[in-house]
């Protein structure tokens, strides 16, 4: 049994959740998320709390617990919102937000620009540091690990974009 999808999940002030047709929609002041509900699923609303409820199938039961996570991030998302901070380490290695694109410079023999989607804001504070802004919590980590894939780091200097709290094993030398 489930014991993540029989937590309920407290709604704050300013948040709205309508339940249709197979639809869950969370609307708060930082935008409104939609998700999709699975066969067997059903979301209800009780005062200021949503609660997830499943009959019938091993698949409902199994998709209960994910469904409850998702929601909890969704009414998360759209109060406090999510963020994610990358640094880029290495000599000339720059960041710049220009209109609707991400302008990196990471010692490639050309400059790399990542156009900003939809639902993400993207900002520069520094040269060395991007930070990555959204209510969608999958749409934030993803833009996040496809910048850090343009130049991962790479284990004998460290050198390349990482997260903000990253450990990186370092590698030892060539010895003589």
């Not at 993540?4 to 609307?27: H, M, Y």
């Not at 066969?39 to 617990?65: F, I, N």
């Not at 998702?70 to 720059?94: C, D, I």
């Amino acid at each position: 049994m489930s014991r993540v999808a029989n937590r309920v999940i407290d709604l704050p002030s300013g948040v709205s959740v309508s339940v249709a047709a197979g639809n869950v929609t969370v609307k708060g002041a930082k935008g409104a998320l939609t998700m999709a509900i699975g066969p067997g699923v059903s979301v209800e609303q009780k005062d200021k709390q949503l609660s997830v409820k499943y009959q019938g199938s091993e698949q409902a039961r199994m998709t209960a617990g994910s469904t409850r996570a998702h929601l909890a991030n969704m009414v998360q998302g759209v109060t406090k919102g999510y963020e994610s901070r990358l640094e880029l380490v290495g000599v000339g290695f720059r960041a710049q937000v220009a209109g609707k694109s991400l302008n990196l410079t990471l010692g490639f023999s050309h400059p790399v620009s990542y156009p900003i989607p939809e639902g993400i804001t993207i900002e520069a504070p520094s040269l060395t540091e991007v930070l990555v802004k959204g209510t969608d919590r999958q749409k934030v980590g993803q833009t996040a690990a496809e910048i850090r894939d343009i130049r991962p780091p790479e284990p004998y200097k460290g050198k390349g974009v990482r997260y903000k709290d990253e450990q990186i094993s370092l590698k030892e030398g060539k010895k003589k």
